[in-house]
């Protein structure tokens, strides 16, 4: 069985992997701001059109249960073309889908070849980076491959307002092709001790991790502090288009303040993994998207609904999630170091999970109105708290 050992390849230029990190982001905020128009345009309701979002996080958690351990066998750059090869036609089926049954199942193609750079990255990045400085060099990914997916809800409210929502396609499209040049001339094999090619191995990863409480807890609650977010970006356009009559256009701009805090959140972490313990950067950021949706359904709650009181808390919350989120990763993944594709896999597996129950929840809360959409978040952030102070209690039993 392989050690825990870095292989001796050079690290991969760092804007490929944030690039293909952000492919899987990007298809999804993209779209987000088009959901009414779809809605409109086929004349269908907003839960049938949901579909087409939670099938997408579907996807990409099936398909990095199937990227990991195959990665782990085979190495991870062939995984990586073929992922990007489907990524790139499903977006051109989306452009070109006659009808919504047809358009959910494009969206479901497309994130299962776009999630392959979401698992691929961060097991590339256990492969060349030593265990100290892994979480580091993941916030500088995640932190790099969220200036697309920031950017993305502005532009897909643009080209939906103006265009029309079937063009908002066409940007990973180039992405993606840009990107299978870069990995075929550019991305070198990481991964050279490799399990065996065989179906005891494929089987026998899953197992292994499911087994192992203390990556299961860590991952646990990485997907819960994501599944926050998630919750507000299925309820967000319909609250702001809805209730507050924005433009999709206008969404998009305001939906960047979420980005910019996850953005800013992940250089904190980036600086702050380098001098303190990574549970220690976990807390910091789950107490402060604590004291941001705490403000959020204060503002929610106690004033009429505006701009400012749904939007302006979610760079406090934003920015918790980016300082916390690669903190829980790298302590996760080195619970299995010998298995590292699937470790992130399990991972990616759990967060989309969680997000599509999240945003299944946000969807539904529209109706109760903004205060019952922050409530939910609330919940699930007490949750990933609970757990994470359960984790700590744990490891320190461990460390006695």
């Known amino acids: 069985m392989p050690t825990d050992?870095?292989?001796?390849?050079?690290?991969?230029?760092?804007?490929?992997?944030?690039?293909?990190?952000?492919?899987?982001?990007?298809?999804?905020?993209?779209?987000?701001?088009?959901?009414?128009?779809?809605?409109?345009?086929?004349?269908?309701?907003?839960?049938?059109?949901q579909w087409t979002l939670t099938l997408y996080f579907a996807g990409v958690a099936l398909g990095q249960i199937v990227y990991g351990p195959l990665s782990d066998m085979i190495g991870r750059r062939r995984l990586v073309l073929t992922g990007m090869a489907l990524y790139l036609l499903a977006c051109f089926a989306c452009s070109l889908a006659p009808g919504l049954g047809f358009l959910t199942a494009?969206?479901?193609?497309?994130?299962?070849?776009?999630?392959?750079?979401?698992?691929?990255?961060?097991?590339?990045?256990?492969?060349?980076?030593?265990?100290?400085?892994?979480?580091?060099?993941?916030?500088?990914v995640v932190m790099a491959s969220a200036v697309a997916p920031m950017l993305a809800p502005t532009i897909g409210g643009y080209v939906t307002q103006f265009i029309g929502w079937h063009y908002v396609f066409l940007p990973p499209a180039v992405l993606a092709l840009v990107l299978?040049?870069?990995?075929?001339?550019?991305?070198?094999?990481?991964?050279?001790?490799?399990?065996?090619?065989?179906?005891?191995?494929?089987?026998?990863?899953?197992?292994?991790?499911?087994?192992?409480?203390?990556?299961?807890l860590k991952s646990a609650i990485a997907a819960l502090i994501s599944s926050t977010y998630f919750t507000f970006m299925a309820a967000g356009p319909y609250l702001a288009v809805g209730v507050l009559r924005l433009s999709p256009s206008e969404y998009g701009t305001?939906?960047?303040?979420?980005?910019?805090?996850?953005?800013?959140?992940?250089?904190?972490?980036?600086?702050?993994?380098?001098?303190?313990?990574?549970?220690?950067?976990?807390?910091?950021?789950?107490?402060?998207?604590?004291?941001?949706?705490?403000?959020?359904?204060?503002?929610?709650?106690?004033?009429?609904?505006?701009?400012?009181?749904?939007?302006?808390p979610m760079v406090l919350i934003s920015c918790g999630h980016g300082l916390a989120m690669a903190s829980v990763i790298g302590i996760a993944m080195a619970a299995l170091p010998h298995l590292r594709g699937t470790a992130s896999a399990v991972i990616g597996f759990l967060q989309m999970c969680f997000a599509a129950l999240a945003s299944e929840a946000g969807s539904a809360s529209v109706t109760a109105g903004a205060v019952a959409t922050v409530a939910v978040m609330a919940l699930i952030h007490c949750l990933a708290v609970a757990l994470l102070a359960l984790s700590w209690k744990l490891d320190a039993k461990m460390i006695t």
Request: aromatic share 6%.
């Open 5 to 49: 050992t870095v292989s001796p390849i050079k690290p991969p230029n760092i804007a490929i992997l944030a690039a293909l990190a952000a492919c899987g982001p990007l298809a999804l905020n993209l779209y987000v701001p088009a959901l009414p128009a779809v809605a409109e345009q086929y004349r269908a309701s907003p839960g049938a059109v």
């Open 106 to 140: 494009a969206r479901f193609a497309q994130a299962c070849g776009g999630c392959v750079g979401m698992v691929m990255s961060r097991a590339i990045l256990q492969d060349v980076y030593p265990r100290e400085r892994f979480a580091s060099a993941l916030s500088t």
């Open 180 to 216: 299978l040049v870069a990995c075929v001339r550019h991305l070198p094999e990481t991964h050279l001790q490799r399990l065996p090619v065989t179906l005891r191995s494929l089987m026998g990863s899953y197992p292994a991790a499911l087994r192992n409480g203390r990556f299961m």
């Open 254 to 312: 305001v939906a960047m303040t979420a980005t910019f805090g996850f953005i800013l959140g992940n250089a904190l972490s980036r600086t702050l993994s380098l001098r303190l313990s990574g549970m220690r950067v976990a807390l910091i950021g789950c107490a402060v998207s604590a004291i941001g949706i705490a403000l959020q359904l204060a503002l929610v709650g106690l004033l009429p609904l505006s701009l400012s009181g749904l939007f302006f």
